[in-house]
């Protein structure tokens, strides 16, 4: 069983990262490991499929939701951003931007707030520096404040779950953690950014979302959190022998793969409810900041680098140096409070 589990966490972790047709299809993929993992482990029931046909229901709805809103208050989104950046002082209106999204992506969902930063990016046509950083802190401060609900992301919603807990169980555990790092990313944008307006910055192609594409994308995560459930049970072995006595710094730093492999995924393979609350945050907190550092760690990066263009290499010339230092400084407040 143990072989069997290790082989399908390889292919989990390293396919999507260097098969270009399994990461375009990750939820297939996501799901077939899934099921693999929960037949090899031998913890398959109608209980968990059950679980796992509920699990995704109100995430995929504000998903859906949340789209819908955007594609019809997008146009008074864009006249509203361009109006505010006239009469506000630039630093002041990206720090905003930053802090606000990452507030509320934990109630429109991190795959929309990261829609509505890429529109808002579009609109105000600055330098490409200034929008690449603001692109970059912005999609670290998304990942941080999504994880308070489950509502926000695949990984907040898998969490959630697998703890067995309550809609404001993450909010309570983490918020003293992440609304104060949401704030100082917006913060930091404010001193970093030296915009120039009218500059050659990032431009998304004007598009409109159909109804269809709407629909798909909520369909797509509902698949992707139902095949997590699986892939977490199914790992629950692996994770109760090897992972769960682990000293939870040694989990928070071990968890800077996740800059490379989504933090959901990792999150399924990791949590369990056996786990202290202690060694619960130290997990969570490392996956949520270093999967801002490279495009693959998180949903927000995928989504806003593929709208504007954004190159790997451009990305992680921010995105690694910020993480760190967000990594360090996380750290020593974990050391100071867990």
């Known amino acids: 069983m143990v072989i069997g589990l290790v082989i ?11 098969v270009k047709k399994v990461e375009h299809n990750l939820e297939i993929f996501l799901f077939v490991m899934g099921i693999a993992a929960v037949l090899v482990s031998g913890v398959f029931s109608g209980e968990l499929l059950i679980h796992a046909l509920k699990d995704p229901i109100t995430i995929t709805i504000a998903v859906f939701v949340a789209g819908l809103l955007f594609k019809w208050l997008a146009d008074p989104l864009e006249k509203s951003v361009a109006a505010m950046s006239r009469i506000m002082p630039m630093r002041v209106f990206l720090a905003l931007i930053v802090i606000v999204l990452g507030l509320i992506s934990s109630v429109i969902t991190a795959m929309i707030a990261a829609l509505v930063l890429v529109a808002i990016v579009s609109v105000l046509k600055l330098d490409r520096k200034s929008e690449l950083l603001v692109v970059v802190m912005a999609c670290f401060s998304i990942g941080l404040g999504a994880a308070l609900t489950p509502l926000g992301e695949p990984l907040s919603t898998i969490a ?12 309570e555990l983490l918020g003293i953690y992440i609304i104060p790092g949401v704030v100082l990313f917006g913060v930091f944008t404010a001193i970093l950014v030296k915009p120039e307006v009218n500059g050659s910055g990032l431009t998304a192609e004007k598009t409109t979302e159909s109804y269809k ?7 797509k995560v509902y698949l992707f959190v139902m095949a997590l459930t699986f892939l977490g049970s199914g790992f629950e072995p692996l994770i109760n022998l090897y ?4 000293h939870p710094y040694l989990l ?3 968890n800077m793969i996740s800059a490379v492999l989504d933090n959901a995924t990792l999150a399924a393979a990791e ?8 060694t619960v945050k130290a997990v969570l907190l490392g996956l949520l900041i270093s999967g801002g550092m490279l495009i693959p760690g998180n949903i927000p990066n995928i989504i806003s680098a593929g709208k504007l263009n954004i190159t790997s ?4 010339r921010l995105g690694v ?3 760190l230092v967000a990594m360090v400084v996380y750290f020593a407040v974990i050391l100071v409070t867990l």
């Open 160 to 171: 959630t779950s697998k703890l067995n807990e309550n809609f404001f169980f993450l909010l």
């Open 8 to 18: 399908i966490l390889a292919l989990v972790l390293f396919l999507p990262f260097f």
């Open 313 to 316: 290499k451009e990305w992680a």
């Open 252 to 254: 928070y730093w071990i």
């Open 321 to 323: 140096p910020i993480g």
């Open 271 to 278: 949590i369990s409810p056996e786990m202290s609350l202690a």
């Open 213 to 219: 594409e709407i629909a798909i994308r909520a369909l």
């Open 243 to 246: 992972i769960i006595d682990l």
